[in-house]
């Protein structure tokens, strides 16, 4: 069984950043960009236009900014394997990584593996349909958009991303509704006060989206009071999901530390997570920003960590 000094579980902006830095580091990173489990290149895949990536000042297609990333961590030497981790044992090093056909040890690991936008299975939003067009799951990313510019737009959620989200597209849309199935805000009070005093924003209360529907993209939205099972189409320019995230760290059968909501937690300020050696980047440690850039970002702090940690331990 073959043994490397870094092994990155997962792509996107934060598993290739690393593997661009561990490479030129002459790491000779080996980096599982996942296949079964998700698209190898993270939730980038499932987006069109990208606006707000830097370097880009006309946009760029999500899939292609993420061949950029994995051709320029091929080109300075990472091994890459299109295919998912099934296990990893973290108990003892050299760390053993068991992809679905390959398995090697790692004397560190960087994990990169995302999380995933959780979505309601409504009629129109699913793939095939009108998901990623108009209906997406980050108002951040895709919220500027000009299919969405003086539309109104619907947010589905009741906590305080759901308002976080609609009060960011208040900058573009003509009037945004969110959708929410209880009669009250699991949002903190301060944010529901917000989303209650703003004049662009309106609750829909006891309410769910049953149908969304439209041409090449969204037009209408059916909505349905839940209550009183009456049920009204409007016109919509975009479904936006706001009902959080799920952390993709099944794989690790519980061996690194959780937050509240199953993001790996790390040192502050760095990428460090409870056991020496492993290290945690991107969306699957971070809960708050959840960006492009910002994953990147963290995907060069991870290579950076390994490569020090590796240093301290006498492995060149």
Request: with cysteine; charged share 20%; hydrophobic share 40%.
């Amino acid at each position: 069984m073959k043994r490397h000094k870094l092994v990155i579980i997962g792509s996107g902006p934060a598993g290739y950043t690393a593997a661009i830095y561990a490479a030129r580091a002459n790491l000779k990173p080996v980096l599982f960009e996942g296949f079964m489990s998700g698209p190898a290149g993270g939730q980038l895949m499932t987006t069109t236009e990208v606006e707000n990536y830097p370097g880009f000042p006309e946009g760029i297609i999500g899939p292609e900014l993420m061949a950029h990333f994995r051709g320029q961590a091929e080109r300075f030497g990472t091994t890459i394997f299109t295919e998912d981790v099934e296990s990893v044992d973290l108990s003892k090093r050299p760390f053993l990584v068991q992809g679905s056909s390959t398995k090697c040890e790692a004397e560190a690991v960087i994990i990169a593996t995302g999380a995933t936008a959780k979505r309601l299975d409504i009629d129109g939003a699913r793939e095939g349909e009108f998901w990623q067009k108009g209906v997406t799951a980050c108002a951040v990313c895709d919220g500027a958009a000009p299919i969405f510019r003086n539309k109104p737009l619907f947010v589905i959620g009741g906590g305080d991303s759901a308002v976080e989200e609609a009060i960011f597209l208040t900058k573009y849309a003509s009037q945004v509704y969110i959708v929410h199935r209880r009669n009250e805000f699991r949002a903190s009070k301060i944010m529901a006060d917000r989303a209650m005093k703003h004049p662009k924003i309106e609750v829909l209360w006891d309410s769910a989206i049953e149908k969304i529907s439209g041409d090449q993209i969204v037009r209408k939205v059916l909505v349905k009071h839940l209550k009183s099972g009456k049920a009204e189409e409007r016109e919509a320019g975009g479904v936006f999901f706001a009902i959080g995230h799920q952390p993709n760290t099944g794989f690790l059968n519980g061996q690194l530390p959780l937050d509240g909501a199953g993001y790996i937690k790390v040192k502050p300020g760095s990428t460090y997570t409870n056991i020496p050696g492993v290290f945690a980047a991107g969306d699957v440690q971070d809960h708050v920003y959840r960006q492009a850039v910002t994953a990147a970002g963290s995907g060069c702090m991870a290579a950076l960590d390994a490569e020090r940690w590796l240093s301290s331990e006498g492995i060149d």
